[in-house]
């Protein structure tokens, strides 16, 4: 499977926002058009946009909810949809919207029983189980809250028929200090399912060492703060992949994408 890079748009309080190690505190605010921005990462090559709703993370309410309608109406790209997804009925109205896939990771926590439910009834193709790790524990709900071991809970669910990943290392994220793909390894390597991983990238050598060691499960790199802040664009991580060794590892898709 090719490595995919997607990516990603945090909304709070309708604004594109980056939070440095998910404190709501150390908050970056880019002066982003977010639908504006989509559509020139479509333009570069992207097929999948990651958004990450904060203000349902944190139980703020939907001021974003506007922009999400927008990026999935009038965007080509598949969206992946994170954030205060923690009901049956905040998918329902996530698909309705026409999200491509759903993000959810304290829901497996809180109510199980739901995502199972969620999982027969929508499909594990378009559910992402949210491993988000904080000093070796489990974070949920906005990352405030720790619930366990993350391995433990990536492979039960990996043996209940969750098939995607997002694994997210809160202490790099939104740091540029390089992504964590050794946690990223033994999720892919406990679990057998495909993981993506968010939090870290900051320059084109984080990109060009995902994509030397490609190891079985690694399935796709969250591009975030560093594309708003012209690190390095998207064309520029493609052709960086693509250099590594051939289109099918440098492709901005997935082969299993919807």
Do not use: C
């Amino acid at each position: 499977m090719a490595l995919e890079l997607i990516p990603s748009l945090d909304l709070l309080q309708g604004q594109v926002v980056r939070l440095v190690q998910g404190d709501p505190r150390r908050r970056i605010v880019y002066e982003i058009d977010p639908l504006e921005q989509a559509l020139r990462w479509a333009a570069a090559g992207a097929r999948w946009l990651h958004v990450v709703h904060l203000d349902g993370a944190f139980g703020t309410g939907g001021a974003s909810a506007a922009w999400i309608a927008r990026l999935v109406r009038e965007t080509p790209l598949a969206v992946q949809l994170g954030g205060g997804l923690r009901t049956l009925e905040d998918l329902e109205r996530a698909f309705e919207l026409g999200v491509e896939r759903a993000v959810v990771g304290t829901m497996a926590v809180r109510n199980p029983d739901a995502l199972e439910a969620a999982l027969a009834r929508f499909g594990a193709d378009r559910l992402v189980l949210a491993v988000e790790v904080r000093e070796g524990k489990l974070a949920i709900a906005g990352w405030r809250e720790m619930a366990g071991d993350p391995l433990a809970f990536a492979r039960e669910w990996a043996t209940r028929g969750v098939q995607w990943v997002l694994y997210t290392n809160v202490l790099r994220d939104g740091t540029l200090a390089g992504p964590d793909l050794e946690g990223v390894a033994e999720i892919a390597r406990a679990t057998g399912v495909q993981v993506m991983v968010s939090g870290g990238v900051g320059d084109l050598s984080h990109i060009e060492e995902a994509g030397r060691r490609a190891f079985p499960g690694l399935a796709g790199l969250i591009l975030g703060r560093a594309l708003h802040e012209r690190r390095f664009t998207l064309e520029e991580a493609i052709a960086r992949l693509r250099d590594l060794g051939g289109e099918d590892r440098a492709a901005a898709r997935l082969s299993s994408a919807g």
